[in-house]
């Protein structure tokens, strides 16, 4: 199975949960990608999605909603491609930017991305059962300075650990999840996935996962995340 240039081991997903593609769009791709990513974080594409997940963190839901170059890119055709090993007729669900500025001092806290299935929060002991996979692509070079993924491995198919609102409404879909106590999940083993622009990471809906702050003095952290379920 190739990325761009790259040879992803699609039997990593399973077993640890995440994997790393170190190379799924380059060149003028990603040069589009990221032109399109500026267009509508500095507004001159305006995004209904557009809010500070917890109030704090700067997201833009959907913005194959509002720009052309989200709609359809060959970022998304190669994850679909990537995903069909693993997914009967992978389809998108939905995509979002989450936006590191550099200096930015909000982490994304450790969480679950099943406990967003319900409002306020899911219920711990929830099966992990889900097909569904979340896609980071990194649109800069991202390291645990300026908030790249970090993945606890091997514990996704363990039932759904108890999180809380961490901030903003718990009544608001924006709301910020976060594991409620970290010694539910063995820390010690959690592995930073530093990428090049251009490089993702892939996880499953049970599989703990953080980024850091935006610790870097100007890096910018541009995150393009593309959710995938089977079709059927
Ligand atoms: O980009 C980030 O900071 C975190 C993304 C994430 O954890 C998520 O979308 O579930």
Redesign the pocket.
């Known amino acids: 199975m190739t990325g761009v240039g790259s040879t992803v081991d699609i039997t990593a997903l399973e077993r640890d949960g995440f994997l790393v593609v170190d190379q799924l769009v380059a060149g003028a791709d990603l040069e589009r990608l990221r032109a399109a990513y500026d267009e509508v974080i500095d507004q001159r594409v305006l995004a209904p999605g557009d809010r500070y997940l917890g109030g704090l ?1 700067r997201q833009v839901m959907v913005p194959s909603a509002v720009h052309p170059v989200f709609a359809d890119n060959p970022a998304l055709r190669r994850v679909l491609e990537i995903l069909g090993a693993v997914l009967p007729g992978p389809a998108r669900t939905f995509d ?1 930017l ?1 936006y ?1 500025p550099p200096g930015d001092p909000n982490e ?1 806290p450790w ?1 679950q ?1 099943m406990a967003y299935a319900h409002e306020p929060v899911a219920r711990a002991g929830t099966p992990n059962d889900r097909p569904n996979v ?1 896609v ?1 692509i990194a649109m800069d070079d991202v390291d645990e300075e300026n ?1 790249c ?1 970090h993945f606890v491995p091997g514990i996704h198919r363990a039932p759904l650990v108890e999180h809380r609102v961490a901030a903003g409404d718990p009544a608001d879909q924006g709301r910020l999840l976060e594991i409620s106590d970290l010694a539910d999940v063995d820390l010690s083993t959690a592995v930073a996935c530093p990428l090049r622009a251009g490089g993702a990471t892939m996880h499953l809906s049970g599989t703990p ?3 850091p702050a935006n610790r870097s003095a100007d890096r910018p952290r541009r ?1 393009y ?1 593309v959710n995938v379920g089977p079709t059927a």
Do not use: N, V
Request: proline letters at 0%.
């Open positions: 963190i979002m989450i590191k994304t969480h991305d979340q980071w908030g993924m996962h953080y980024t995150a995340i």
